[in-house]
């Protein structure tokens, strides 16, 4: 007989929580905390979404998404996880570009920024000042219709390095682009130049495992391997959750999963107006990525200078379209030393991460398939000779995931990395207006993506689904 993953679970709970991202298991902590019955559901073996690892002979742990994040998470993970989370979060010190126009080594905040800015690209201090302080001074409730683009042009009328350095990480961070709304850029750059890039020492696996830990103290019901299908709506609000073929009742719903997948797929559109459908239709997904895993023979070593993030590209000049294409010329290496996971064995390993759209990859055959990610492999090798010589030889492990590989793990329609469009997020608020009890959590809108996006997203969620149960009252059912 198969195993049960819901064997003891009660027939009803307050909150049903889809999906074990950073945004989903935050909302579950917080409402968990408050002490509402929780139940929180994950499809996959592992907690975690897209911040996950594996493990590879040899002892080699891989990270997918620990590549840097803002120093906001400090204050969220100790606001609403643990100050263990939160002394764990430490900053990287070195952050490299290397492209024809230029190369240098920043700490990524503004001091440094305006350093680089003045001296190695003769801005003005008045100009990078005026810059910072606007993109600072930028709110979600700002003019939505000046581009990214239109502000760069604003304050460095035809400088194309200058819109690289500013521009390229933060399309790396969060796949925005130049035709984006430039709050997207505003927001996000100005949360990274407060105080530069942070990682988590320790390694995801550990982050994940203390946040599961304190789940359970929040007496979180955790269920991995549970696969919610479908969300009942009777009489415009949510009833209960379909998860491994069992119906559980429950007063709110907290999706993690894609918003596409939470509207046409769990729910089903019969249950929202026909303009909010459309709205939904039209919200675009961010793009996805393929990333090569790389991890040198035990004893090698890459020496520290080499930096923590590394955005390369041998493209003339920055285009969006380039840093997409199957043909790339854009690659962000993270450089993991042996500090990264203090507690296991000392080892050095190289993630190579490059934008992608999911189209160049589903269309394949198998063969195809197989031949495009050994394609993908071999020229990452290449490129990276250049700055760790041999690397063939010294290399013990080296595989290659598409956005194939996102879609599979996640869930996530077409793999895309950081969520939705920039107009998701309007749909994302919306949910509940449209069905009572009815939100959703999770990258989107690229402000609320990324790591400390997610998880702020999950708090802000949480604080809602905390005022409609605290009006309405608890249905009357017994539970086990
Ligand atoms: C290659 C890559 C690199 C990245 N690098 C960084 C980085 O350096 N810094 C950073 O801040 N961010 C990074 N990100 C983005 C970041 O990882 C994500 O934005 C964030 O982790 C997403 O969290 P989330 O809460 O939206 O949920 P997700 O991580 O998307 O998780 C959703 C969860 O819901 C589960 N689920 C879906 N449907 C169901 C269902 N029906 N039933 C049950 N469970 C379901 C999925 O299995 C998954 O566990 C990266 C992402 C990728 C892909």
Redo the contacts with the bound molecule.
Sequence with gaps: MPKDFLAGARDSYDVVV???????MTAANILGRAGYQVLL????YK?????TWFKRPGGHIFD??????PHGMIKSCRRYWTQEIADSIVPLRHIRFDNPMFSLTTSYDREDFTRLLTTKFGVTQETVAAFFDTARGMNFYDDQRLTTRELFQKFFPGREDIIRLLMEPITY?NGSTLEDPAITYGIVFSNFMSKGVWTFEGGTDRLIGLMHDDLLKSGVDVRIK????KIHVENGRVTAVT?NGRTIKTRAVVS???LR?TIFR?TGEEHFDKKFVQDAREVRLNN??T?VYIALKPDERVDESMGDLFFTSTAPLFRTDLLLSRDITSRTYSFYYPRTRPQGRPRCLIVS?TNANYADWAGLSDEDYQASKQDLIDKTLDHLDRYVPNIRERLDHVEA?TPKT?QH????VEGA???TKFEGLAVSRALPEQVKGLYH????GIIM??????IN??VIVANDVDSLLMKSPPPQVSSQ
């Design positions: 889809i999906g074990s991202g950073l945004a989903g559901l994950e499809q996959h907690l975690g979404g897209m911040a997918i998404s620990l590549h840097g994040f961070a549970c696969d919610a299908e998860a993690n999963s894609n997948a769990m996805s990525s990333q991460s995931a996102f793990y996640t869930a996530h990395s950081f969520g959590a999770g990258s989107v993506s990324g790591w400390l996006g997610a997203y999950g």
